[in-house]
């Protein structure tokens, strides 16, 4: 449904954009392209970011090894399905960290 919705968007648009006689490369010929270099001042924000991702990561290690020692406690109570529900929470959590930049550079 949601592709639909964003097909037919795209076919207003550039049915809009023929209307208008707009040439699209010419459109997109005006969108600015970011350089790969950072801007000034950029570094200590880079630095703490890199802080941020060491503690996320140290985190993410924390909470399997917890979630696994859950387990095995509960494994020995015969109760092992509901640790295996707070592993899945932190392997996405994981997952999303890990993702994290891949997904914004998707979204710029």
Avoid: N, Y
């Amino acid at each position: 449904m949601a592709v639909d919705l964003l097909v037919a968007a795209v076919d207003s648009a550039h049915h809009t954009v023929q209307l208008l006689g707009l040439d699209p490369s010419a459109l997109a010929a005006d969108v600015p392209k970011p350089t790969s270099t950072a801007p000034p001042g950029s570094e200590k924000f880079l630095k703490v970011l890199g802080w941020v991702l060491w503690g996320v990561t140290i985190i993410c290690v924390a909470g399997v090894l917890a979630v696994a020692g859950k387990m095995a406690m509960s494994w020995s109570r015969g109760d092992g399905a509901e640790a295996g529900k707070g592993l899945t929470m932190v392997m996405g959590a994981c997952v999303l960290a890990g993702s994290a930049s891949a997904i914004v550079a998707a979204l710029i």
